[in-house]
């Protein structure tokens, strides 16, 4: 069965560096959204994609965020400088007829 | 903006029993998800819900659309469903986008 993928399932990183999440979603769906969940905490909407543009974005999604589709596969989120209260699980989602299909998570960690 | 509220918040049973987990929501919707949490932090699609009552195998999900309220329920609980339960909303259009609940964290013993 096909399924979204995502990598690295765990970062750890300086604060104030640069971090790139990669997710892979299911090839035949168009919609692709990140997700974010504190620990602790209730999953948070982060942006949503469609046809190859930001379709809509959470207060949260600040100017140190941002996604792309570099390619017919990948879709990534990068926040440039990353701060402490970054720490959190991220989770990519795709798609198809109101059914969202999670990645497993990218659990990041900011030091 | 949707408000999602879960009860209970926590809920430990024995094997064997019947569970019910309860989520309602503040604004109309398209659809409603059931999600399953594992502690390693993977998000499971269980239901998506926008009339009626949905069923697989052990778990049955209702919505009643007027009064803004679904429930999850799992019949002859078994260790194995121990997680955590999340309801989401979603509405419709070319931003469809979940609003999530806090979660119920479910504890089946043996």
């Known amino acids: 069965e096909p399924e979204v993928t995502q990598t690295p399932s765990h970062q750890v990183t300086q604060m104030g560096q640069e971090v790139i999440l990669r997710c892979v979603p299911i090839?035949?769906?168009?919609?692709f959204y990140w997700y974010r969940q504190i620990l602790g905490q209730k999953v948070e909407f982060l942006v949503s994609?469609?046809?190859?543009?930001?379709?809509?974005k959470s207060e949260i999604f600040d100017d140190q965020f941002s996604v792309e589709r570099p390619d017919g596969s990948n879709f990534t989120l990068k926040i440039r400088s990353t701060k402490l209260e970054d720490s959190a699980m991220y989770f990519c989602?795709?798609?198809?007829?109101?059914?969202?299909?999670f990645g497993p998570g990218t659990r990041l960690l900011v030091l | 903006k949707n408000e999602v509220e879960q009860s209970p918040q926590n809920l430990t049973a024995q094997e064997g029993e019947f569970i019910t987990i309860n989520c309602s929501y503040s604004?109309?919707?398209?659809?409603l998800h059931w999600l399953q949490q594992h502690p390693g932090g993977g998000i499971v699609s269980l239901f998506m819900?926008?009339?009626g009552k949905k069923k697989h195998g052990r778990l049955i999900a209702t919505i009643n659309i007027q009064e803004k309220h679904s429930s999850l329920h799992i019949t002859a609980s078994h260790p194995r469903d121990s997680a955590v339960y999340i309801c989401?909303?979603?509405?419709?259009?070319?931003?469809?986008?979940?609003?999530f609940g806090k979660g119920t964290l479910l504890t089946v013993n043996p």
């Open positions: 989602a795709s798609m198809r007829v109101e059914t969202q299909y």
């Open positions: 604004v109309g919707i398209s659809a």
């Open positions: 994609f469609y046809n190859n543009e930001i379709s809509e």
């Open positions: 819900l926008s009339s």
């Open positions: 090839s035949n769906h168009l919609y």
């Open positions: 989401a909303v979603g509405n419709g259009g070319s931003n469809y986008k979940l609003t």
